[in-house]
């Protein structure tokens, strides 16, 4: 079992919908991101929220809206998404920065499919 | 482009062999290297780290060795069961102004054989 824990675990929806993934930790990690990850490729890097504050946006298209709305929380909107924007989309966290670089920790993801 | 590679993209091994998966990283300054293993339908999970400062770390079952002259890091898995069939990634993740921004070598697929 990991300590990060995303909801929901599948989600299907058109392209008309919202709908929104939520990922939520209880380590006290104050550094959290979004991954984006296609069949038999690595994890992308979608955002990056350091002290509930977004500070990485890798040029994603604006119909994905992250939201830190605590420490423990983050939250992934979606609206008007296209069938090339299915795919598993992962929650991580670490530690802040100041120590030193230090390993993210992931969620098994919210598998996405759009019709 | 990507800062990390794998030679390989599959490794297939007979359970209780060795097993050994290699990644070549670009970028000289980098000092910090995970390695993650990922099973079918679950998340990447962290193996073992590495700093530069260190040439061997050890965890259970695994080492991981670099080799800062040529940029080359392995991971070794000693006697290979059937649960450690996954897709292994090396990762180099970055400090500084660029912390955060982790990029994932393409991976290795190991099939352990019963």
């Known amino acids: 079992d990991t300590e990060v824990t995303q909801t929901p675990k599948h989600l299907v929806m058109g392209m008309t919908n919202k709908k929104s993934l939520k990922c939520e930790q209880h380590?006290?990690?104050?550094?959290m991101y979004w991954y984006k990850q296609k069949a038999k490729k690595p994890p992308e890097l979608m955002f990056v929220?350091?002290?509930?504050?977004?500070?990485i946006n890798e040029s994603v298209p604006s119909r994905f809206s992250p939201e830190c709305p605590n420490s423990s929380l983050l939250n992934l909107h979606l609206h008007a998404l296209q069938p090339e924007d299915s795919a598993l989309y992962l929650c991580?966290?670490?530690?802040?920065?100041?120590?030193?670089?230090?390993?993210?920790?992931f969620g098994d993801g919210t598998r996405l499919s759009i019709l | 482009g990507e800062s990390v590679g794998l030679h390989l993209p599959t490794l297939s091994v007979q359970e209780g062999d060795n097993s050994i998966i290699n990644c070549a990283y670009s970028?000289?300054?980098?000092?910090?290297f995970i390695w993650y293993k990922q099973e079918s339908g679950k998340g990447p999970q962290f193996i073992i780290d590495?700093?530069?400062?260190?040439d061997k770390r050890q965890g259970q079952r695994v080492t991981v060795l670099l080799n800062k002259t040529v940029k080359h890091l392995s991971l070794q898995i000693a006697a290979t069961q059937p649960g450690d069939s996954a897709v292994y990634f090396c990762?180099?993740?970055?400090?500084?102004?660029?912390?955060?921004?982790?990029?994932f070598g393409q991976g290795t697929i190991l099939t352990v054989h019963p």
């Open positions: 990762a180099d993740p970055p400090g500084g102004t660029s912390y955060g921004k982790l990029t």
């Open positions: 929220y350091s002290y509930e504050k977004l500070s």
């Open positions: 590495i700093r530069s400062n260190m």
């Open positions: 991580a966290s670490s530690q802040d920065g100041t120590g030193g670089v230090q390993p993210q920790h």
């Open positions: 970028n000289s300054a980098s000092d910090y």
């Open positions: 380590m006290g990690h104050r550094a």
